[in-house]
Nanobody
């Protein structure tokens, strides 16, 4: 069974950068699209970005376009989310998930435990 572990979260000042990692074990990510989601306190889970199983297609929420970049390293069985120009409204718990391609959470089967990102001065 596929297991996902996120890392790379933390506290960063507005305008700063973080790179989140989603490391997979138990199966190859070659078979799955990967999505990044986030959930802030009191808000619904939001799709942030996704990448196809081949890595050839990506998609981003309007709120992060031009600031976030998703990438995939098949050799390391890991997906990354590079987050630049971070804003306080990016503060949330970030989750990666594996399954179908898209920004809707219903597309995904396997979920990681989440990593906290806090953007504050």
């Amino acid at each position: 069974q596929l297991q996902l572990v996120e890392s790379g979260g933390g506290l960063v000042q507005p305008g700063g950068s973080l790179r989140l990692s989603c490391a997979a074990s138990g199966s190859s990510l070659d078979y799955y699209a990967i999505g990044w989601f986030r959930q802030a306190p009191g808000k619904e889970r939001e799709g942030v970005s996704c990448i196809s199983s081949s890595g050839g297609s990506t998609n981003y929420a309007d709120s992060v376009k031009g600031r976030f970049t998703i990438s995939k390293d098949n050799a390391k069985n890991t997906v990354y989310l590079q987050m630049n120009s971070l804003k306080p409204e990016d503060t949330a718990v970030y989750y990666c998930a594996a399954g179908g391609y898209g920004l809707g959470s219903q597309m995904y089967i396997y979920w990681g435990q989440g990593t906290q990102v806090t953007v504050s001065s």
